[in-house]
């Protein structure tokens, strides 16, 4: 019981049961209504999905890779950059992959309780006028943009994880 109390992950696990976007106003008043409170209230939202992605990928790398790397001699140094860190890469691009949205439900909502400029902005203001059309228009872009966004963290992805074999593919004999 004692452990469990001063694990970190535990109090990571409890960060993690709050809803994030009551920190929205918060972040305003820390950061005023330029961007930077929306870049808070966008991490937030996406720090847990990665981290605790990363700490699983690390959890599963296999005992016997590891047993195999230290019988070869490695340090902990080599270990993380040669085993932990290969293992959780893919864990951190399927993540990112999962959060890039989140992260503009929170800029959009930070935009929307607090701005005075930006697409969340301008979706606020025209729902007031019940022009749907501006709305939609909006939508589509913040769309595109999490496409766009996403296809460059897949760019990443691909340039970094070389060595992993692709979908589908086998090792040649």
């Known amino acids: 019981m004692t452990s469990a109390l001063l694990d970190p992950y535990t109090y990571i696990k409890a960060a993690n049961s709050m809803p994030r976007v009551i920190l929205a106003p918060i972040f305003t008043v820390w950061f005023g209504l330029g961007i930077w409170s929306k870049i808070a209230l966008g991490v937030t939202l996406v720090f847990f999905i990665v981290f ?41 691009f399927s993540s990112l992959h999962t959060s890039v949205g989140l992260a503009f439900v929170g800029s959009v909502v930070g935009e929307y ?61």
């Open 52 to 92: 605790f992605n990363v700490y699983q990928g690390v959890k599963e790398v296999s005992p016997v890779v590891l047993a195999n790397a230290r019988m070869l001699g490695t340090n902990r140094k080599q270990l993380l950059r040669y085993v932990y860190l290969p293992s959780a890469t893919s864990w951190v």
């Open 113 to 173: 309780l607090g701005s005075a400029r930006g697409v969340g902005y301008l979706i606020l203001q025209v729902e007031g006028t019940f022009d749907i059309n501006t709305v939609f228009a909006g939508i589509l872009v913040l769309m595109a943009f999490a496409l766009v966004l996403d296809g460059l963290v897949a760019l990443v992805e691909r340039r970094l994880m070389k060595w992993k074999p692709k979908s589908g593919e086998t090792e040649k004999l």
